[in-house]
């Protein structure tokens, strides 16, 4: 080509001077001679056209422009004037020379011309500006870049602009050869950072990717698309340094900013969980972080909470341990309870956003491939597993070991927010994927590692625990059964809620349980202090903000939103998934529950363990006591509740326990409607219908008397020991949720048909279920009531030796040991006081419309007894026993309880059977005992009414109290053969015991079965059935009393 057609060339205007352009058109000739090959700058013709020289020029144009824009480098010294150019490049002067002063940068030198500018040490000494209007700051910091990472980084930002703006197909290759440069020179980069001595490429990883999420989704996109291509680049080349190798000084870093640094609020905390969360986009980083997380002990529980997921996990508002850090609610005394509501609102979102972004993170390893979700299941099994010791009563009694052994509470709460994120798509009640859920799973065990990712076993200790029915029958699964992720993930959920919220809600409840025992001793301290700022005040006060404090970072950690939102739902699911496994053997489609349940119960019964019914007791109990406006969130699905109460609460057979039969009852109780004194908001309102609707209209409601009397008669029933304060603890919400449902019609007649029921089978093998109801309910009215009098007249005792300044002569240790005594006997008298209240005004409310049964002749003794036995108490001479200061404080409530008696008396006085009784009781019965009570009816200003029935009654049985006197003084001289072995009194009906031989009045024996179904003189096996009529002698004693009676009739003669 001549000079004339070069200098006519429009694309001559690339090269500084017309000598250049025909430096560069000479040196295409020459490679064209010497590679053919060439096909972006020469062609196979020696002779080029006019119009392959302009394309050529063009191309070469193009490339150059390309680069420097992606790059901000450049071989051109003197730059021109053109806005089409970056405002500022750098210019590499030592290619440059090698070049021989080449001013345009092509293909071929790319890689190094690349590669020099990252050697810069000072690339801002290099700058070249081209002198165009309207400078790009920006370009210049990014062109003076001396951190190579951070170059690479913003030339591959750049790289995506130039890519989005390219139409021309030709240039193509050329773009992919610069993102292959820049990959490679950012693998170079993290394999061989020994070449940037002065920098560190880890930490201008971490600077990039938390700069980046500052900013728009678009940066951050970018930021995940280089460094994920930069990944998969080092993982190709990985004999030059594996993923781990390069990533683990990060990862390293990471762990120790979320162990030493951060906390639940620190700024930088989110950008960290952040840059984590890279981790995921690849299945070659997703298998060095899960390698990376392995516990070298995985015993251990706690070096699960030390690695960096562990340490993530463990961010929360509760402290690692009992000693600190206390981050939030300090000083809680010196706030207000608005303020402290803001403190924990506060605490919800950081909270929420861990358990979320953990779950994004496991749950996008999960998706990559199947060996990574083995990884992570196995991570969750094995860490829940080493932390199963959390649940066992000793752990807490040793917080040093405790804390060494297993994960903070923290951990162990956060943990349950992602396995409830994972649970989430069968979170629903009659959820179809409910059915997908293999109840064998918790009886099969892998056989190894290979096994377990194989056939979906992930979750270990399942088959060690209590079922809810056990067998020696039950079938191990087959060795070829294979689970599925969801029965995967419902069991290590349960397992995580077992060990994570329950035991936290535990501890919060025993805190609370101190926390009301230290306030109740500060006030104490206070009262008799000069100010807060002496000892031992100041001591007991910073131990009541230390309590609270804690009490206020645990009930924040648990009541985040989100997290009671996933575990109602998940419970609801629970429950609905639970009553089909307990009555249909067919699980692949759901059934409506129908009543009376099938005898048989299906074999999945016996797979279910029991925490999975504790966990879901504790929840309902949870809410109730401290987010009842749950109950509002779950609307009209509160049914699937009640229906599991219904299904399992009296069915022994499908859940053995009696004691989580019982607890049931609380559950009942906690769904119960809110007091309309409480229910002031239309939210409310809404719950209150939606619960009252629950014990009207659930279709299985009118079971619900029988099942609750059922569970009230077996925890006596047990066979095993249980302690008086326990079964008192049960029945308890028993007491509250028969007088709620006493008031509901349909529940009312169900009890009363109960009781007709029991009436007419008194003498029946197996005791009618109402008869044993309100015979135990007269037990524990004796034993209560009398317990609570024991104790009200101890406390007596001791105000007086306080009174009289009897402890002010104890030395100090003697007199602190004396105050705790006092108090604890205290908490035994409230305790017992509450207890008895609740048992007596139960029989007050039973017996205004039942009240034969309870005038039958093997009741009838045992009612009018304790009735007159505590009559007397109450009003008699010894009521100034009880006459102790503060009765409130011990819920000591005599007028209460007499107005209680009085109305049972009332209840069944029409019955001649009760009022005869009521004067056989030689021991507290006399014809004082009703005056009295008449005089205390007046002064607690009870009803007149009440007032002129009592009297009455009294006028009543005074007047069979003066016959039942004649006729006793007739037979007093009974034969011994006539009186009963057991009470000494004149036998009615005699039967014989059939293996001690003994003969006892039936109604006596009777009423012995009824507590204990034994012979009472050797202990063998007795019921009503077995017994044997003595009529001989039953004849006997009739006849005599007949004599003897017409002997008082006819005068003697003398």
Same mark, same amino acid.
């Given at each position: 080509?001549?000079?004339?057609?070069?200098?006519?060339?429009?694309?001559?205007?690339?090269?500084?001077?017309?000598?250049?352009?025909?430096?560069?058109?000479?040196?295409?000739?020459?490679?064209?001679?010497?590679?053919?090959?060439?096909?972006?700058?020469?062609?196979?013709?020696?002779?080029?056209?006019?119009?392959?020289?302009?394309?050529?020029?063009?191309?070469?144009?193009?490339?150059?422009?390309?680069?420097?824009?992606?790059?901000?480098?450049?071989?051109?010294?003197?730059?021109?004037?053109?806005?089409?150019?970056?405002?500022?490049?750098?210019?590499?002067?030592?290619?440059?020379?090698?070049?021989?002063?080449?001013?345009?940068?092509?293909?071929?030198?790319?890689?190094?011309?690349?590669?020099?500018?990252?050697?810069?040490?000072?690339?801002?000494?290099?700058?070249?500006?081209?002198?165009?209007?309207?400078?790009?700051?920006?370009?210049?910091?990014?062109?003076?870049?001396?951190?190579?990472? $951070?170059?690479?980084?913003?030339?591959?930002?750049?790289?995506?602009?130039?890519?989005?703006?390219?139409?021309?197909?030709?240039?193509?290759?050329?773009?992919?050869?610069?993102?292959?440069?820049?990959?490679?020179?950012?693998?170079?980069?993290?394999?061989?950072?020994?070449?940037?001595?002065?920098?560190?490429?880890?930490?201008?990883?971490?600077?990039?990717? $938390?700069?980046?999420?500052?900013?728009?989704?678009?940066?951050?996109?970018?930021?995940?698309?280089?460094?994920?291509?930069?990944?998969?680049?080092?993982?190709?080349?990985?004999?030059?340094?594996?993923?781990?190798?390069?990533?683990?000084?990060?990862?390293?870093?990471?762990?120790?900013?979320?162990?030493?640094?951060?906390?639940?609020?620190?700024?930088?905390?989110?950008?960290?969980?952040?840059?984590?969360?890279?981790?995921?986009?690849?299945?070659?980083?997703?298998?060095?972080?899960?390698?990376?997380?392995?516990?070298?002990?995985?015993?251990?529980?706690?070096?699960?909470?030390?690695?960096?997921?562990?340490?993530?996990?463990?961010?929360?508002?509760?402290?690692?341990?009992?000693?600190?850090?206390?981050?939030?609610?300090?000083?809680?005394?010196?706030?207000?309870?608005?303020?402290?509501?803001?403190?924990?609102?506060?605490?919800?979102?950081? @909270?929420?956003?861990?358990?979320?972004?953990?779950?994004?993170?496991?749950?996008?390893?999960?998706?990559?491939?199947?060996?990574?979700?083995?990884?992570?299941?196995?991570?969750?099994?094995?860490?829940?597993?080493?932390?199963?010791?959390?649940?066992?009563?000793?752990?807490?009694?040793?917080?040093?070991?405790?804390?060494?052994?297993?994960?903070?509470?923290?951990?162990?709460?956060?943990?349950?927010?992602?396995?409830?994120?994972?649970?989430?798509?069968?979170?629903?009640?009659?959820?179809?994927?409910?059915?997908?859920?293999?109840?064998?799973?918790?009886?099969?065990?892998?056989?190894?590692?290979?096994?377990?990712?194989?056939?979906?076993?992930?979750?270990?200790?399942?088959?060690?625990?209590?079922?809810?029915?056990?067998?020696?029958?039950?079938?191990?699964?087959?060795?070829?059964?294979?689970?599925?992720?969801?029965?995967?993930?419902?069991?290590?959920? !349960?397992?995580?809620?077992?060990?994570?919220?329950?035991?936290?809600?535990? +501890?919060?409840?025993?805190?609370?349980?101190?926390?009301?025992?230290?306030?109740?001793?500060?006030?104490?301290?206070?009262?008799?202090?000069?100010?807060?700022?002496?000892?031992?005040?100041?001591?007991?006060?910073?131990?009541?903000?230390?309590?609270?404090?804690?009490?206020?970072?645990?009930?924040?950690?648990?009541?985040?939103?989100?997290?009671?939102?996933?575990?109602?739902?998940?419970?609801?699911?629970?429950?609905?998934?639970?009553?089909?496994?307990?009555?249909?053997?067919?699980?692949?489609?759901?059934?409506?529950?129908?009543?009376?349940?099938?005898?048989?119960?299906?074999?999945?019964?016996?797979?279910?363990? !029991?925490?999975?019914?504790?966990?879901?007791?504790?929840?309902?109990?949870?809410?109730?006591?401290?987010?009842?406006?749950?109950?509002?969130?779950?609307?009209?699905?509160?049914?699937?509740?009640?229906?599991?109460?219904?299904?399992?609460?009296?069915?022994?057979?499908?859940?053995?326990?009696?004691?989580?039969?019982?607890?049931?009852?609380?559950?009942?109780?906690?769904?119960?409607?809110?007091?309309?004194?409480?229910?002031?908001?239309?939210?409310?309102?809404?719950?209150?219908?939606?619960?009252?609707?629950?014990?009207?209209?659930?279709?299985?409601?009118?079971?619900?008397?029988?099942?609750?009397? $059922?569970?009230?008669?077996?925890?006596?029933?047990?066979?095993?020991?249980?302690?008086?304060?326990?079964?008192?603890?049960?029945?308890?919400?028993?007491?509250?949720?028969?007088?709620?449902?006493?008031?509901?019609?349909?529940?009312?007649?169900?009890?009363? +048909?109960?009781?007709?029921?029991?009436?007419?089978?008194?003498?029946?093998?197996?005791?009618?279920?109402?008869?044993?109801?309100?015979?135990?309910?007269?037990?524990?009215?004796?034993?209560?009531?009398?317990?609570?009098?024991?104790?009200?007249?101890?406390?007596?005792?001791?105000?007086?030796?306080?009174?009289?300044?009897?402890?002010?002569?104890?030395?100090?240790?003697?007199?602190?040991?004396?105050?705790?005594?006092?108090?604890?006997?205290?908490?035994?008298?409230?305790?017992?006081?509450?207890?008895?209240?609740?048992?007596?005004?139960? @029989? !007050?409310?039973?017996?205004?419309?039942?009240?034969?049964?309870?005038?039958?002749?093997?009741?009838?003794?045992?009612?009018?007894?304790?009735?007159?036995?505590?009559?007397?108490?109450?009003?008699?001479?010894?009521?100034?026993?009880?006459?102790?200061?503060?009765?409130?404080?011990?819920?000591?409530?005599?007028?209460?309880?007499?107005?209680?008696?009085?109305?049972?008396?009332?209840?069944?006085?029409?019955?001649?059977?009760?009022?005869?009784?009521?004067?056989?009781?030689?021991?507290?019965?006399?014809?004082?005992?009703?005056?009295?009570?008449?005089?205390?009816?007046?002064?607690?200003?009870?009803?007149?009414?009440?007032?002129?029935?009592?009297?009455?009654?009294?006028?009543?049985?005074?007047?069979?109290?003066?016959?039942?006197?004649?006729?006793?003084?007739?037979?007093?001289?009974?034969?011994?053969?006539?009186?009963?072995?057991?009470?000494?009194?004149?036998?009615?009906?005699?039967?014989?015991?059939?293996?001690?031989?003994?003969?006892?009045?039936?109604?006596?024996?009777?009423?012995?079965?009824?507590?204990?179904?034994?012979?009472?003189?050797?202990?063998?096996?007795?019921?009503?059935?077995?017994?044997?009529?003595?009529?001989?002698?039953?004849?006997?004693?009739?006849?005599?009393?007949?004599?003897?009676?017409?002997?008082?009739?006819?005068?003697?003669?003398?």
């Amino acid at each position: 080509m001549g000079d004339k057609r070069i200098e006519e060339n429009p694309f001559a205007a690339l090269f500084p001077s017309l000598s250049q352009a025909q430096q560069f058109v000479g040196t295409q000739k020459q490679l064209s001679n010497d590679s053919p090959s060439n096909q972006v700058l020469s062609t196979s013709s020696e002779k080029k056209t006019d119009k392959e020289s302009k394309d050529v020029l063009r191309q070469t144009f193009e490339v150059s422009r390309l680069v420097e824009k992606v790059f901000l480098i450049t071989l051109d010294k003197d730059c021109q004037a053109d806005p089409d150019r970056p405002s500022h490049c750098v210019y590499l002067k030592e290619l440059s020379e090698a070049l021989d002063s080449q001013t345009w940068i092509d293909i071929d030198c790319l890689g190094q011309a690349v590669f020099e500018r990252l050697m810069l040490e000072n690339p801002c000494e290099f700058i070249n500006t081209a002198q165009t209007t309207g400078a790009d700051v920006t370009s210049t910091n990014q062109a003076a870049e001396p951190k190579a990472l $951070h170059y690479l980084f913003y030339s591959f930002r750049r790289w995506l602009d130039v890519t989005m703006q390219c139409d021309d197909t030709s240039l193509a290759s050329v773009l992919t050869m610069c993102k292959d440069v820049i990959l490679t020179n950012a693998r170079t980069c993290f394999q061989q950072s020994e070449l940037f001595p002065s920098q560190n490429i880890h930490q201008q990883f971490m600077e990039i990717y $938390h700069n980046e999420c500052q900013f728009s989704t678009d940066l951050t996109d970018a930021a995940d698309q280089f460094f994920t291509d930069v990944s998969n680049e080092i993982h190709r080349n990985r004999e030059d340094g594996s993923l781990m190798d390069v990533f683990k000084p990060v990862l390293d870093h990471l762990k120790k900013r979320f162990t030493d640094d951060l906390s639940l609020m620190h700024t930088d905390t989110l950008k960290c969980i952040n840059l984590v969360m890279f981790f995921s986009k690849t299945e070659g980083l997703a298998q060095a972080f899960m390698t990376y997380n392995s516990p070298l002990i995985t015993s251990n529980g706690r070096a699960f909470e030390n690695t960096l997921i562990g340490s993530i996990l463990s961010l929360s508002c509760i402290p690692k341990s009992e000693t600190g850090p206390y981050n939030f609610f300090n000083n809680p005394s010196s706030y207000t309870r608005q303020e402290h509501d803001i403190t924990e609102s506060n605490l919800w979102q950081p @909270l929420c956003l861990i358990g979320e972004r953990i779950h994004q993170l496991l749950m996008s390893i999960i998706r990559i491939s199947p060996d990574l979700r083995h990884q992570v299941l196995s991570w969750l099994g094995t860490c829940i597993h080493a932390n199963f010791g959390r649940t066992k009563i000793w752990s807490n009694q040793l917080p040093q070991l405790f804390n060494q052994m297993y994960c903070s509470e923290g951990f162990s709460l956060n943990l349950c927010n992602v396995m409830l994120r994972l649970c989430q798509p069968f979170s629903e009640p009659l959820s179809p994927k409910l059915l997908k859920i293999q109840p064998s799973y918790t009886t099969a065990v892998a056989a190894s590692d290979a096994d377990a990712k194989n056939r979906g076993l992930h979750s270990q200790g399942l088959s060690t625990e209590t079922m809810l029915v056990t067998s020696t029958e039950t079938a191990s699964p087959s060795s070829d059964t294979h689970y599925s992720f969801i029965t995967e993930c419902f069991f290590l959920c !349960e397992q995580s809620l077992n060990l994570g919220f329950h035991m936290v809600h535990d +501890k919060i409840l025993k805190l609370n349980q101190d926390l009301h025992r230290v306030q109740r001793l500060y006030s104490e301290v206070r009262g008799q202090a000069v100010s807060e700022d002496v000892e031992p005040v100041r001591s007991i006060k910073m131990q009541m903000d230390k309590g609270m404090t804690l009490f206020l970072s645990m009930k924040a950690a648990l009541t985040e939103p989100r997290l009671m939102e996933m575990s109602l739902n998940f419970h609801l699911a629970t429950a609905s998934w639970l009553t089909q496994v307990a009555t249909y053997a067919d699980l692949t489609q759901f059934h409506p529950i129908k009543f009376p349940l099938p005898d048989v119960v299906p074999d999945a019964v016996y797979h279910v363990p !029991e925490f999975i019914m504790g966990n879901l007791t504790d929840f309902v109990l949870f809410c109730h006591r401290f987010k009842d406006d749950m109950f509002e969130l779950a609307g009209d699905r509160v049914e699937h509740l009640m229906t599991l109460i219904l299904v399992f609460m009296g069915s022994p057979q499908r859940m053995k326990n009696p004691h989580l039969r019982a607890e049931f009852a609380d559950m009942l109780s906690a769904l119960m409607p809110p007091s309309t004194n409480t229910g002031t908001a239309s939210g409310g309102l809404l719950s209150r219908f939606h619960r009252e609707e629950l014990f009207v209209k659930h279709p299985l409601v009118e079971n619900l008397s029988e099942t609750l009397l $059922h569970v009230f008669v077996s925890i006596e029933m047990t066979g095993q020991s249980v302690e008086f304060e326990q079964k008192f603890n049960y029945r308890r919400p028993m007491y509250i949720v028969l007088e709620y449902i006493w008031e509901i019609d349909i529940h009312k007649q169900a009890i009363i +048909k109960l009781a007709v029921e029991a009436e007419q089978n008194m003498e029946a093998t197996d005791a009618p279920l109402f008869l044993r109801f309100i015979n135990l309910l007269i037990n524990d009215a004796i034993f209560l009531l009398d317990e609570a009098l024991s104790y009200m007249s101890q406390i007596k005792e001791k105000q007086q030796e306080k009174e009289r300044g009897d402890w002010n002569d104890l030395d100090d240790r003697q007199r602190q040991e004396t105050e705790m005594d006092f108090r604890h006997l205290g908490m035994l008298a409230r305790y017992h006081n509450v207890m008895a209240n609740y048992t007596i005004h139960a @029989l !007050e409310l039973l017996t205004t419309s039942i009240k034969s049964i309870f005038c039958h002749n093997t009741m009838v003794d045992r009612i009018t007894g304790m009735l007159n036995y505590f009559l007397l108490h109450l009003v008699g001479p010894k009521q100034k026993n009880f006459s102790v200061k503060d009765k409130n404080e011990y819920e000591f409530k005599p007028q209460q309880i007499v107005l209680d008696i009085t109305k049972i008396y009332l209840n069944l006085g029409e019955s001649e059977n009760f009022c005869m009784a009521v004067t056989h009781d030689g021991r507290s019965y006399s014809a004082q005992l009703f005056d009295k009570a008449i005089q205390v009816l007046g002064k607690i200003s009870s009803s007149p009414q009440i007032t002129s029935d009592f009297l009455a009654l009294d006028d009543k049985i005074r007047t069979m109290a003066e016959q039942r006197k004649e006729e006793e003084d007739l037979l007093a001289d009974a034969p011994e053969e006539f009186l009963d072995p057991l009470l000494g009194t004149l036998m009615r009906d005699p039967v014989l015991l059939p293996t001690s031989k003994k003969i006892v009045d039936r109604s006596v024996i009777a009423r012995h079965i009824l507590s204990d179904q034994s012979d009472p003189f050797n202990r063998q096996p007795l019921n009503m059935e077995m017994v044997i009529p003595s009529t001989d002698l039953k004849q006997k004693i009739d006849d005599w009393v007949t004599e003897t009676k017409k002997k008082l009739r006819t005068p003697s003669t003398s």
